[in-house]
């Protein structure tokens, strides 16, 4: 049973950074499955952000957000995290964690790829 649930969303300026962190609040260990974060914007489709490996061994991310955000794992800890840097207003989105593959240890950003989605988090950054 996988019930994610993301926190640490919130409103920034630009420049500014947020943590985002993914736990389980349901039995199963996240730590079986490689994990993603994706993002929405108000009138477009989920995209993906950034994903890592079930052993944290591989991470893939968006070109929009290469060389500021960074996933990560903590897999004692059965948590997911995305470091957000140097944020845009364009980053402005409500953050998504999902599992994927189990034991996968090629990055996968097809969205299709992932099944158990968390409520989701805002991030709101301003000019």
């Known amino acids: 049973q996988v019930q994610l649930v993301e926190s640490g969303g919130g409103l920034v300026q630009a420049g500014g950074s947020l943590r985002l962190s993914c736990a389980n609040s349901g039995r199963t260990f996240i730590s079986f499955y490689s994990m993603g974060w994706f993002r929405q914007a108000p009138g477009k489709e989920r995209e993906f952000v950034a994903t890592?490996?079930?052993?944290?061994?591989?991470?893939d991310t968006a070109d929009s957000v290469k060389g500021r955000f960074t996933i990560s794992r903590d897999n004692a800890k059965n948590m997911v995290y995305l470091q957000m840097n140097s944020l845009k207003p364009e980053d402005t989105a409500v953050y998504y964690c999902?599992?994927?593959?189990?034991?996968?240890?090629?990055?996968?950003?097809?969205?299709?790829?992932?099944?158990?989605w968390g409520q989701g988090t805002q991030v709101t950054v301003s000019s």
């Open positions: 890592i490996t079930y052993n944290g061994g591989r991470t």
């Open positions: 999902a599992t994927g593959p189990q034991f996968g240890t090629v990055p996968v950003t097809d969205t299709r790829r992932y099944s158990d």
